[in-house]
T-cell receptor, first 112, second 115 residues
Framework: QQQVKQSPQSLIVQKGGISIINCAYE??????FPWYQQFPGKGPALLIAIRPDVSEKKEGRFTISFNKSAKQFSLHIMDSQPGDSATYFCAAKREGSEKLVFGKGTKLTVNP | NAGVTQTPKFRILKIGQSMTLQCTQD?????MYWYRQDPGMGLKLIYYSVGAGITDKGEVPNGYNVSRSTTEDFPLRLELAAPSQTSVYFC??????????????FGPGTRLTVL
């Protein structure tokens, strides 16, 4: 049973466009939702994270939108750049747990 | 700080061989994790540790063992390697007191092939 469902599997956007990656979850006990960015040959690195008491968090060109009632959260990358080309993973943590569950990842390609 | 370091970077094993993947962190983190990453499957938790001397199974522990004798080191042992263990292995760490969860820092990974 996949606890966090991520879509799309791959995404191609043009430079300057908006990239949107979506994740859905079932467990209402999740209390922490991070997004990780992974470049080829590297380990994942935290990009941005949100807790369910807010509906949106923005850091530079990256925004998480969180819809608690729909049990969905998404990553928006504004003004996408070729340097943003990477694989993005959403994740979630259950309240009281010290473990993350990850989505399957989205490979983003930004064409120049 | 070097962060999380992993050795080796690459390894080819024959079926039935054993090996230890090394992981060290210098951030004084109490929690450490081992994940495997297979194409299109995300990251699956193998084992984790909440502190020296304490380890617990994750989602996919079969075929692996861990130990945590110090805060800094968290080696992953593969006994009797099988082709199904061909994967990229990541070690991660974080500092968590049970109040607010923080970022997991990942190592650069070990690419393992079992033939």
């Amino acid at each position: 049973q996949q606890q966090v469902k991520q879509s799309p599997q791959s995404l191609i956007v043009q430079k300057g466009g908006i990239s949107i990656i979506n994740c859905a979850y079932e467990n209402t006990a999740f209390d922490y939702f991070p997004w990780y960015q992974q470049f080829p040959g590297k380990g994942p690195a935290l990009l941005i994270a949100i807790r369910p008491d807010v509906s949106e968090k923005k850091e530079g060109r990256f925004t998480i939108s969180f819809n608690k009632s729909a049990k969905q959260f998404s990553l928006h990358i504004m003004d996408s750049q070729p340097g943003d080309s990477a694989t993005y993973f959403c994740a979630a943590k259950r309240e009281g747990s010290e473990k993350l569950v990850f989505g399957k990842g989205t490979k983003l390609t930004v064409n120049p | 700080n070097a962060g999380v370091t992993q050795t080796p970077k690459f390894r080819i094993l024959k079926i039935g061989q054993s090996m230890t993947l090394q992981c060290t962190q210098d951030m004084n983190h109490n929690y450490m994790y081992w994940y495997r990453q297979d194409p299109g499957m995300g990251l699956k938790l193998i084992y984790y540790s909440v502190g020296a001397g304490i380890t617990d199974k994750g989602e996919v522990p079969n075929g692996y063992n861990v130990s945590r004798s110090t805060t800094e080191d968290f080696p992953l042992r593969l006994e009797l390697a099988a082709p199904s263990q061909t994967s990229v292995y990541f070690c991660a760490s974080t500092y968590y007191t049970g109040v607010e969860y923080n970022e997991q820092f990942f190592g650069p990974g070990t690419r393992l092939t079992v033939l």
